[in-house]
C-alpha cells in the first residue's frame, strides 16, 4: 500500500482559506481527497489523476482547487470561501492507478490518518 500523510488542517473563520498537504510514496497515480463528519458517510470532494486531470465534487466547486507536484510526491487542497459546513476530517486516497474512478471511498485503498478542519461563523 501506499504511504499517505496529511498536513496543514486547522481553525479558519468563515470566508478564510486554508490549503492541505498530502505526501505520498509512489509514483504517479491518482489522488483524491475526501473528508467526513461523525455520523456522516465519507465524502468524495476532489481528485488528481497521473497527467494533472482534475474533478470535484458538486459542494467544493469553485472554491477548492486540488494540485499535485510530482516531484515532491505531495498532492495539494486550496481551500477558499470556506464556510462552517465545511468543517470535518479532510482525508487523502489513493489507489495504483493513473486514472481516478469515481470519488467514492470504497474504490481507493490507500488512507492517510486525517486532519481536521475547523471554520467557525
Known amino acids: 500500500q501506499v504511504q499517505l500523510v496529511e498536513s496543514g488542517g486547522g481553525s479558519v473563520q468563515s470566508g478564510g482559506s486554508l490549503r492541505l498537504s498530502c505526501a505520498a510514496s509512489?509514483?504517479?497515480?491518482?489522488r483524491a481527497w475526501f473528508r467526513q463528519v461523525p455520523g456522516k458517510e465519507r465524502e468524495g470532494i476532489a481528485a488528481?489523476?497521473?497527467?494533472?486531470?482534475?474533478y470535484y465534487g458538486d459542494s467544493v466547486k469553485g472554491r477548492f482547487t486540488i494540485s499535485r507536484d510530482n516531484a515532491k510526491m505531495t498532492t495539494y487542497l486550496q481551500m477558499t470561501s470556506l464556510e462552517p459546513e465545511d468543517t470535518a476530517m479532510y482525508y487523502c486516497?489513493?489507489?495504483?492507478?493513473?486514472?481516478?474512478?469515481?470519488?467514492?471511498?470504497?474504490?481507493?485503498?490507500?488512507w492517510g490518518q486525517g486532519t481536521q478542519v475547523t471554520v467557525s461563523s
Open positions: 488528481i489523476e497521473g497527467d494533472g486531470s482534475t
Open positions: 509512489g509514483y504517479n497515480y491518482c
Open positions: 486516497a489513493t489507489l495504483k492507478a493513473f486514472f481516478c474512478p469515481v470519488l467514492r471511498p470504497s474504490y481507493y485503498n490507500s
